[in-house]
């Protein structure tokens, strides 16, 4: 098994899913997580880059949000595409990825990520409300490489 693989069990992969459910019924925004074993890349270039291999500038909103996780490299970034950058302050992100990386430290993976994916949704719901004719319009599954 690869470090990638290892990094959570199936079982809390699947909870880290089932917070991204939970956090897109308060906002139309599309959450996804993608996990790595290492890049050369710095955590927020590699995001970027990932970002757009997964394909979530299409969302109608433009307000796709990735966590990236860089298992041996302890990295992480989190990232918003350009319809949340034109409307939120800032330091938006900052209290989210603090609350992931305190998490990280005591090697708590999922707890991190699940904390970190409700918030985002609870802080994306003023900007960008959940709607009855709402579309999933990105996989909720992690992805990984």
Do not use: C
């Amino acid at each position: 098994m690869s470090v990638t693989e290892e990094f959570l069990t199936p079982e809390e992969e699947k909870e880290i899913v089932d917070a991204i459910v939970t956090a897109e019924k308060n906002t139309s925004g599309e959450i996804r997580v993608h996990i790595e074993n290492h890049s050369e890349k710095p955590p927020l270039e590699r995001a970027q880059e990932v970002f757009y291999q997964l394909g979530m500038e299409t969302t109608a909103a433009r307000n796709g949000v990735l966590f990236y996780v860089g298992v041996s490299d302890h990295t992480f970034a989190i990232i918003g595409d350009e319809g949340i950058d034109k409307v939120v302050e800032g330091d938006f992100w900052n209290s989210t990825k603090d609350l992931v990386i305190s998490h990280f430290k005591e090697k708590k993976y999922k707890d991190g990520l699940v904390q970190g994916i409700l918030k985002a949704g609870e802080r994306l719901k003023s900007y960008f409300p959940y709607t009855d004719d709402d579309e999933n319009e990105l996989s909720n599954e992690i992805s990984k490489s």
